[in-house]
């Protein structure tokens, strides 16, 4: 049997109407599995950073890549998990907290894993917490004895630690151009 290996990929992509749609569906019609993506406007407002995680070989990866590559609107992809980076996920929990210790074990674990109470309602509490995957993960099984009522994430983001092989303005610029010219050939 292949390894699985768990690979980051990041996307840049034109900051156009469809373009996640396209990718997902076109990455969904192939039978990969996406195990997580996110996807928001970079610092050049014509330009989006989409951020997968897809569990598979090398070989997988290899086709993934590939695939992402031929789609007009893809401008670079970088699979960045042998590399040194940077990676969060944020979730919002809803959990049941009736006034009394409960509560109070709540606030406490949430101080614990460095979250934020961000609503309190008579018998529920919200909470926010950002980091690692595991980190999510084991907050999550702590807060299941409290009762779960709500939950939701954002998926994973990465950014390569450091430079990126040097200036991506200038790669930034030519998406620009790349965009204009996919504007005048529709």
């Known amino acids: 049997?292949?390894?699985?290996?768990?690979?980051?990929?990041?996307?840049?992509?034109?900051?156009?109407?469809?373009?996640?749609?396209?990718?997902?569906?076109?990455?969904?019609?192939?039978?990969?599995?996406?195990?997580?993506?996110?996807?928001?406007?970079?610092?050049?407002?014509?330009?989006?950073?989409?951020?997968?995680?897809?569990?598979?070989?090398?070989?997988?990866?290899?086709?993934?890549?590939?695939?992402?590559?031929?789609?007009?609107?893809?401008?670079?992809?970088?699979?960045?998990?042998?590399?040194d980076y940077v990676e969060r996920d944020l979730m919002l929990l809803k959990v049941a907290a009736p006034p009394g210790p409960t509560r109070s074990e709540i606030r406490e674990l949430v101080d614990i894993f460095r979250g934020k109470i961000v609503d309190v309602s008579e018998e529920h509490m919200m909470i926010e917490l950002s980091g690692r995957e595991q980190k999510i993960e084991a907050f999550i099984d702590r807060m299941r004895a409290y009762g779960i009522v709500e939950l939701v994430r954002t998926g994973r983001i990465a950014m390569v630690r450091g430079d990126l092989n040097g200036d991506t303005r200038g790669k930034a610029e030519g998406a620009s151009q790349q965009a204009a010219r996919a504007a005048t050939n529709t």
């Not at 156009?16 to 569906?25: Q, T």
């Not at 997580?36 to 070989?59: K, Y």
């Open 1 to 83: 049997m292949s390894n699985q290996i768990r690979h980051v990929l990041s996307a840049l992509v034109q900051n156009v109407p469809g373009v996640l749609a396209h990718i997902s569906g076109m990455l969904a019609s192939r039978g990969y599995n996406i195990d997580s993506l996110a996807v928001g406007e970079t610092e050049n407002p014509e330009l989006s950073r989409m951020t997968f995680v897809v569990v598979g070989d090398n070989r997988v990866l290899e086709q993934v890549r590939k695939q992402l590559e031929k789609i007009v609107t893809v401008v670079r992809v970088d699979d960045i998990s042998s590399r």
